[in-house]
């Protein structure tokens, strides 16, 4: 059985809120599985034990580029808050956005390996890491390229959202994208949420439903009505909208004759597992590089 350490329990407790004692008992029952431990207090102790599931511990900004149907939204990652807030860090995000939206990029290498003045971007990137003595890196991006419209919404510079739509209104689809910053659907419709966030729902739901005694029938009614209120919940159009809680969010696309037709939200550091290795040793390892170049 894997050794349940200090570290452990307090990072299942950083991530679900739950009491400490209760945080090593999954622990222990999930023989150090993490994600296991997060749902073994979900089904003890309901949402409460996932409330703060959104807290994240790495830091970064995501910036966006947009110009006509081209667009891109993008992650680019630091060790700390106070480097988000460095002009010459924010710039370098910038840049990567309109690269990735000008250029469609196949994937991070090839973004990084696009010139950005005299340089490429990871030159440019590799340089600031020596300059400031922390690193940095660029995550993730989506590009878009379409007929119809995009918009984007920052909130900050750690939370981004470009919304793809058709209609007249452009308030409209700034609209869409506050309420997908705000509420953090996980998919446009019911039809679209990934199928393994139903069944961890599904599995969640029916260990529950179990312990409730009834027969099996309703059970399996119990265990129903749960998935679909949580399709309700993460789908976009199914959500109430934020501005008129009165109307879900595709009543309110049809009354502007509005059709949103894809998003793409991020949250810096959404997934990222802290690392437990020596960070401070890599970063020297990036500023002797840079300084070598």
Do not use: W
Request: proline letters at 2%; hydrophobic letters at 45%.
């Amino acid at each position: 059985m894997a050794a349940i350490t200090a570290a452990m329990v307090g990072e299942l407790r950083a991530k679900t809120d739950a009491p400490m004692m209760e945080c090593k008992k999954a622990l222990t029952e999930a023989e150090g599985d993490m994600g296991r431990a997060e749902e073994i207090l979900r089904v003890k102790l309901g949402s409460k034990a996932s409330k703060a599931a959104s807290r994240i511990t790495a830091e970064g900004v995501v910036a966006a580029y947009i110009s006509g149907g081209v667009g891109a939204l993008i992650e680019v990652n630091c060790e700390t808050d106070f480097v988000t807030k460095n002009e010459e860090f924010l710039e370098l995000a910038r840049t990567a956005a309109r690269l990735a939206a000008e250029k469609n990029p196949a994937d991070v290498a090839a973004l990084s390996a696009l010139p950005a003045g005299e340089k490429t971007l990871d030159e440019v990137r590799a340089a600031l890491v020596g300059k400031i003595g922390e690193n940095m890196s660029f995550r993730r991006f989506k590009h878009y390229e379409t007929t119809g419209k995009l918009v984007s919404y920052l909130h900050g510079t750690r939370i981004g959202v470009i919304v793809e739509f058709d209609g007249a209104d452009e308030q409209v689809g700034k609209d869409v994208a506050m309420h997908i910053a705000a509420m953090k659907p996980v998919a446009l419709s019911s039809s679209d949420v990934p199928a393994d966030l139903i069944e961890k729902e599904r599995s969640i739901a029916t260990q529950k439903a179990a312990e409730s005694g009834k027969p099996a029938d309703i059970v399996a009614k119990m265990v129903e009505g749960t998935v679909q209120k949580y399709l309700k919940e993460v789908s976009l159009l199914n959500q109430p909208f934020v501005k008129n809680d009165k109307q879900t969010v595709e009543q309110m696309l049809k009354a502007a004759n509005t059709t949103v037709k894809s998003f793409t939200m991020f949250v810096v550091g959404e997934g990222i597992e802290k690392k437990q290795d020596d960070f401070a040793a890599e970063v020297a390892a990036q500023v002797a590089a840079a300084r070598q170049a």
